[in-house]
């Protein structure tokens, strides 16, 4: 069985990327994981080590979207090939990678029938070979997004202790919510989890104790993920924390979240 799990923010900096890849790069050492990267920006593809120069001739996420608004009748079989050709084994995970043409499909996207569930269909092709598989896309709900919460199983939702995330939580989870009845019923909400984390100044522990207290309803990782050089010196790299200082708090910190996220249903 295959778990799907997203990220999602109203805003960009919260660490969507940086946990996927950390969580998704730990897992991966026991686990069949593939990370799927839905953001034009494609901090993800970049974060593991895959230059966008690389991919001029490679199939990637903007093909197989680009496939499903221009083909009404599909060939299950010829979409079944480009998926498995976006596939790029990398040293951690099997990515699906992003470059910035994927922005050229947004006005394209809404025109495209049942154009939030194109992902879900494409997904169906590789589902049965992974134990996990993470999406990450660009901050605010764009259409991309909504195709990873309509596939996605759960939610994890990174946030930063302070008064842009706490704000933003409070957007997050109406909008989730309203999806979530709309398009994936099933979906759950897999956590809230702190990143860049200074735990010695006041205004991020008064921020913490806040979302404990407004969202003390919705799963809270315990594990804090801190802010550390280390974390955002990896992405140069093209490492996940784990690989890069394997030693560290921070690759501590998101090897108790991996762990417990493989610990949830
Ligand atoms: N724990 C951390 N410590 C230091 N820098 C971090 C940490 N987490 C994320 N960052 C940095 O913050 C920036 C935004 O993080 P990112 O994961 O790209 O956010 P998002 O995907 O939500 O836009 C990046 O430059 C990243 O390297
Ligand atoms: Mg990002």
Do not use: W
């Not at 996420?61 to 299950?76: E, P, R």
């Not at 269909?121 to 590789?126: D, E, G, P, T, V």
């Not at 099933?186 to 702190?194: A, K, T, V, W």
């Amino acid at each position: 069985m295959c778990k799907v799990i997203c990220t999602a923010t109203c805003k960009g900096g919260d660490g969507k990327t940086t946990s996927t890849v950390n969580i998704s790069a730990y897992i991966s050492k026991r686990k069949k994981v593939c990370v799927v990267d839905l953001d034009p920006q494609h901090s993800l593809t970049t974060h593991f080590g895959v230059r966008q120069s690389e991919l001029k001739a490679c199939k990637t996420i903007y093909d197989i979207f680009f496939y499903l608004i221009d083909h009404d009748d599909i060939d299950d079989e010829e979409l079944s090939e480009l998926v498995h050709s976006c596939v790029i084994h990398t040293s951690e995970v099997d990515l699906i990678p992003s470059t910035t043409k994927l922005a050229r499909l947004v006005k394209l996207l809404p025109s495209a029938t049942n154009c939030e569930h194109l992902l879900e269909y494409a997904l169906s092709f590789i589902k049965e070979e992974y134990e996990y598989i993470f999406l990450d896309s660009h901050s605010g709900f764009d259409l991309f997004c909504h195709n990873a919460l309509a596939c996605a199983d759960s939610v994890l939702i990174p946030v930063e202790a302070n008064i842009f995330g706490c704000e933003g939580l409070g957007e997050v989870l109406p909008i989730i919510n309203g999806l979530k009845k709309r398009m994936n019923p099933h979906l759950s909400i897999e956590g809230i989890l702190f990143t860049k984390y200074r735990a010695r100044t006041k205004n991020n522990q008064s921020f913490r104790e806040l979302v404990y207290r407004d969202f003390g309803n919705i799963h809270i990782f315990a594990p804090i993920i801190p802010e550390r050089t280390s974390v955002s010196e990896a992405p140069s790299f093209g490492m996940s924390i784990h690989e890069y200082a394997p030693n560290s708090d921070a690759a501590a910190a998101y090897a108790e979240v991996a762990e417990e996220v493989m610990s949830h249903a």
